[in-house]
Nanobody
Framework: QVQLVESGGGLVQAGGSARLSCGASGRTFSNYYMGWFRQAPGKERMFVAA????????GYADSVKGRFAISRDNAKNTVYLEMNSLKPEDTAVYYC?????????????????????WGQGTQVTVSS
């Protein structure tokens, strides 16, 4: 089991920045691909970003590309999501997720069903 706890959400003005953190415990963090997803009220959970075990490979949703950056610190068992130029449409509950890739060649996934472990989420509200 992997336990994930997000932090860093809150109320941010449009154009501002925020940094989310997700701390992991329970298993060897560096064995897992990590992802960030978000879910707005009444909408499906959507992919935001993902990162490989070493951090050498990342992927982003088109809607956040160039504004958000995912990173990880394996020594601290933490994955981050740096969010810049925030827009009201970025308002959502943000979740981090983890999956242990089946092989070293496994690709990063943007599908929620690919991930095995989830945090409880942290609310990000962007005011206009």
């Amino acid at each position: 089991q992997v336990q994930l706890v997000e932090s860093g959400g809150g109320l941010v003005q449009a154009g501002g920045s925020a940094r989310l953190s997700c701390g992991a415990s329970g298993r060897t963090f560096s064995n897992y691909y990590m992802g960030w997803f978000r879910q707005a009220p009444g909408k499906e959970r959507m992919f935001v970003a993902a990162i490989s075990r070493s951090g050498g490979s990342t992927g982003y949703a088109d809607s956040v590309k160039g504004r958000f950056a995912i990173s990880r610190d394996n020594a601290k068992n933490t994955v981050y999501l740096e969010m810049n130029s925030l827009k009201p449409e970025d308002t959502a509950v943000y979740y981090c997720a983890a999956v242990r890739p089946k092989t070293i060649y496994s690709s990063l996934s943007d599908r929620p069903e690919s991930y095995d472990y989830w945090g409880q989420g942290t609310q990000v509200t962007v005011s206009s």
